[in-house]
């Protein structure tokens, strides 16, 4: 669910990688069908995930789409993520993270009650965003932190978790709860990538600056307590936070648990080095605007990976931030290339 889109299509390559037939459903509003139908050539069905009547028919195997196929799992992207947005308009977030979820979650009961099977195994994109404003003593934040989300994307985050928590209580269905650090970077192969609209993370922002003329960056604050006052985040390959997908999946499938990980690379770079590394990768240059400090953004977010790494066997593959840099390079100049050939 939500598979067209950045993290989703990686997870949908990797799936094919470990041998399943994945199916797509995703409302293309931030999803690329490009991506799914002619680069993966997977099924994509266009649809939202609160369209229950749409759900039941996939899940039971009468779409054409899963025809003769067997469902052993969901991996549920399907969400707006704009924290500014959400403030401003929570009733959207509301309804589309939280509301439609409810809805697909019921058409995965119903089944599982009309074929007397056990409810079909569910990963969700949570996001460190559950956490809010963590202290400098809960740094590397472990799984265990209390989480007080601070903005209404966080809620709809942690309240579809408290409901898979109960709804595997209820109903013994099997949840992978992974928690989101700040996924970057782009297929190590090329043919995917990070292409928002409007795009707000901090790689692709410096790189599409570092491609212009008079390329400016804005920095939201530079006066944090950091060793060079800009925010420091935990950035992880989105290969192997795709990678975590498949693994919590099989782990579910097989053991029927509740499952929380903080998928991240449990370092953190500053703003600056970002720039700083992106300017060695691109052997460009740009100029910063420091403007002030955006609310809500705690001065360090860096996770704790040892459980993720302990039960799933998680290796990460692409742990350095150059390297992370350069597959978004990549990806960015073959993106570029593509839309001016109009393909």
């Known amino acids: 669910a939500?598979?067209?889109?950045?993290?989703g299509a990686h997870a949908t390559k990797a799936l094919q990688n470990a041998g399943f037939n994945p199916v797509v459903i995703d409302n293309l509003i931030f999803g690329h069908r490009y991506l799914i139908e002619n680069v993966l050539g997977v099924d994509l069905?266009?649809?939202?995930?609160?369209?229950?009547?749409?759900?039941?028919?996939?899940?039971?195997?009468?779409h054409p789409a899963t025809i003769g196929k067997k469902i052993v799992g969901i991996l549920h992207f399907a969400a707006y993520t704009y924290v500014g947005e959400s403030v401003k308009d929570p009733a959207?977030?509301?309804?589309?993270?939280?509301?439609?979820?409810?809805?697909m979650l019921e058409a995965i009961i119903q089944i599982s009650k009309q074929k007397n099977i056990p409810p079909i195994p569910i990963v969700f994109s949570s996001s460190c965003a559950t956490y809010g404003i963590p202290?400098?003593?809960?740094?590397?934040?472990?799984e265990n932190l209390s989480q007080k989300p601070i903005n209404p994307y966080g809620h709809t985050k942690l309240m579809i978790e408290q409901i898979l928590k109960d709804y595997n209580y209820a109903y013994n269905q099997p949840v992978a709860i992974l928690r989101y650090f700040n996924a970057a970077g782009a297929d190590s192969n090329g043919q995917l990538g990070e292409d928002h609209e409007p795009e707000t993370h901090l790689i692709p922002l410096v790189l599409k600056a570092l491609d212009s003329e008079d390329g400016i960056i804005n920095v939201f604050g530079n006066d944090y307590s950091t060793f060079d006052g800009t925010c420091i985040r935990d950035y992880i390959h989105v290969e192997d936070l795709a990678s975590a997908h498949v693994l919590s999946l099989k782990k579910i499938i097989k053991d029927k648990s509740v499952s929380i990980y903080n998928l991240g690379n449990g370092k953190g770079h500053s703003i600056m080095q970002v720039i700083n590394t992106a300017r060695e990768v691109t052997n460009k240059d740009i100029k910063i605007k420091y403007l002030p400090r955006r609310e809500g953004d705690p001065p360090v977010l860096i996770s704790s990976t040892e459980k993720a790494k302990k039960e799933l066997n998680w290796v990460p593959n692409f742990p350095e931030l150059e390297t992370i840099i350069k597959h978004a390079w990549v990806w960015y100049k073959n993106n570029k290339r593509r839309k001016e050939l109009g393909q």
Not at 45 to 62: A, E, F, R, T
Not at 92 to 103: E, G, M, Q, R, S
């Open 135 to 142: 202290t400098e003593k809960d740094i590397p934040i472990k």
């Open 2 to 7: 939500g598979g067209a889109g950045y993290i």
């Open 92 to 103: 959207k977030y509301y309804k589309n993270n939280l509301a439609d979820t409810i809805n």
């Open 45 to 62: 069905v266009v649809g939202q995930v609160g369209d229950k009547k749409l759900i039941v028919s996939l899940l039971s195997g009468k």
